[in-house]
């Protein structure tokens, strides 16, 4: 077997793991969630608090509304983030597994920056797939003070991302796209002169409507204790809710990591990391055949957990270390 050293003097990626058992250090939301803290940060929560099995203040996490609410209060108390919504039925994402995606990349460029967290608008992070909820641009000004664009090809999700922004008052540093081209990510969007510390992206993982539905009672299954049965014949919503575009694509997640990597070479010289979540174990193999066949110089693979369930995140650079370092310097 092949050393370290000799495959990486053949110019292949060597993926590097690191194993993440809990919310990273950073994260503000370690622990229980104090129920008296945010229901006086958000009163409308106090109305759908409900007791678990165990006595313990919580919500019913299969109540999308209850979901709703306890993201506009851990939003508002613990990142000043005043106003947030979504329209119904939009994706409604778990806060502490988004910022803790936002902290694994603010490591990833401090390794490149003599291990200083980088803050500021200077860093510039584009999202692909903003959605509705605008939610890693908002979290990532709030922790890091960073500058953002977020793209989304679906209109309705740009308009409601933009509401937050302006309520928020950020619009000067955080912009939103219209991605026109279907089927593109990153072709058609960027403008010849800019570049990003970083791109982030939570791709849709099912490949069709019939897989997102089977996720989503998987999902309410899993929830036990608070979750409530669903009323006979009728199909659960998932909690965190989700329109097509935000929960599946023709191929599922395998295909869309495919095509970003495809993409990823021809604005290369643009973004010194490329990055996005990965839902499903099984394909983390490819993701690095993938990687290896376009020439990436650097691969990285994440490990990220919130309870029982575990993610990660892949993210790879075609710039070597001395050629980032040298971009993160200025």
């Not at 690095?288 to 790879?316: C, P, T, Y």
């Amino acid at each position: 077997m092949r050393s370290r050293s000799s495959r990486l003097r053949e110019g292949r990626p060597v993926p590097s793991v690191q194993p993440t058992p809990t919310l990273h250090p950073r994260n503000r939301l370690q622990g229980r969630y104090d129920m008296l803290r945010l229901v006086t940060a958000n009163p409308a929560l106090e109305a759908l608090l409900v007791r678990t099995p165990a006595g313990e203040q919580s919500i019913d996490f299969s109540n999308p509304a209850a979901v709703r609410e306890l993201n506009r209060a851990l939003l508002a108390s613990d990142y000043g983030i005043a106003h947030w919504d979504i329209p119904e039925g939009y994706l409604c994402p778990p806060v502490p597994g988004r910022v803790d995606y936002l902290h694994g990349l603010a490591d990833l460029l401090a390794a490149d920056d003599g291990g200083r967290i980088p803050r500021g608008r200077d860093v510039r992070v584009l999202d692909i797939g903003v959605g509705a909820n605008c939610i890693y641009p908002l979290l990532g000004q709030a922790e890091y003070g960073w500058s953002f664009v977020g793209s989304d090809i679906d209109a309705g999700s740009l308009q409601s991302a933009a509401a937050n922004v302006r309520r928020n008052g950020l619009q000067d540093v955080i912009e939103l796209r219209q991605q026109l081209a279907r089927g593109s990510l990153f072709d058609g969007l960027l403008q010849a002169d800019e570049r990003f510390h970083l791109s982030m992206c939570n791709p849709p993982f099912h490949a069709s409507a019939k897989e997102a539905a089977q996720g989503s009672q998987r999902k309410l299954r899993n929830l036990g204790g608070t979750a409530q049965a669903p009323r006979a014949g009728k199909v659960p919503a998932l909690n965190f809710g989700g329109q097509a575009n935000e929960l599946w694509c023709t191929g599922g997640e395998a295909s869309f990591l495919r095509r970003m990597i495809r993409e990823s070479v021809g604005v290369q010289a643009q973004v010194l990391w490329f990055s996005s979540l990965v839902a499903k174990r099984e394909h983390l193999a490819d993701i690095h055949r993938q990687l290896a066949k376009v020439g990436a110089a650097d691969v990285r693979e994440v490990a990220m957990a919130q309870g029982n369930k575990q993610s990660r995140f892949v993210a790879w650079s075609f710039h070597a270390a001395a050629a980032r370092r040298s971009w993160m310097a200025g």
